[in-house]
C-alpha cells in the first residue's frame, strides 16, 4: 500500500515544484538546471560509487564483513537512480543519499529490519528442508560406448561435409 502512495505522491511532488520553479526561473534555466543536477549525480554516484567498490575489496582482502561497503554501495546506486531521474524532489533525495552521515544513518536504520525480514523469511520453510530428498539413480560405467545422438558425437575425427572439412572448435 506504501508503494502505491509513493508512486502518486512523488510525481505529484515533482509536478508541483515544476510549475514553482519554472514559473520563478522560465522554461529553459528550470530544464538546464535539471540536466545539471542530472550531470553532478552521476559525477558523484561514479566517483562514490568507485570509492565504495575499493572499500569493499578492501574489506574481503582482509577478511573482514564486507555487508557494511556492499549496503554503502547500493545506496549510492538508489542515490544515483534518483538523481539521474528528473525532478527536484528526486535529486533533492538522491542529493542527501549521497552525504555519508545521512547515508550512514539510513543503514542503520534499515539495516536491522532488513536483516529481521529476512530471516524471517528463511524460518518460514522456503528456502529450508526437513526431510532429505530421495532419487532413484542407475551408475553409468563411462567405459562403454554411448549411443549416437544428436548432442553427443563419438571421439575421433570429424565427418567431412561436401564442402569440404568443417572447422572443429579448437580449429579457431
Known amino acids: 500500500m506504501w508503494l502505491l502512495a509513493v508512486l502518486i505522491l512523488v510525481p505529484l511532488i515533482e509536478i508541483g515544484l515544476f510549475i514553482e520553479i519554472g514559473g520563478a526561473l522560465g522554461l529553459w534555466p528550470t530544464l538546464a538546471l535539471i540536466l545539471v543536477t542530472a550531470a553532478l549525480g552521476a559525477g558523484l554516484m561514479r566517483a562514490q560509487g568507485f570509492a565504495a567498490m575499493m572499500k569493499m575489496r578492501d574489506a574481503t582482502e582482509r577478511g573482514e564483513d564486507p555487508r557494511g561497503p556492499l549496503a554503502e554501495g547500493a545506496m549510492i546506486l538508489v542515490a544515483g537512480a534518483l ?23 539510513v543503514i542503520a536504520w534499515a539495516g536491522p529490519r532488513l536483516a529481521a525480514r529476512a530471516t524471517a523469511h528463511r524460518a518460514g520453510g522456503a528456502t529450508r528442508r526437513e526431510a532429505p530428498i530421495s532419487a532413484e539413480y542407475e551408475v553409468i560405467d563411462e567405459a562403454e560406448p554411448r549411443g549416437e545422438s544428436g548432442w553427443t558425437r563419438p571421439p575421433g575425427p570429424r565427418p567431412e561435409s561436401r564442402d569440404g572439412p568443417r572447422p572443429g572448435p579448437r580449429d579457431g
Request: no cysteine; net charge neutral; hydrophobic share 55%.
Open 83 to 105: 538523481m539521474l531521474t528528473p525532478g527536484f524532489f528526486t535529486d533533492a533525495l538522491g542529493l542527501m543519499f549521497l552525504l555519508p552521515p545521512v547515508r550512514h544513518a
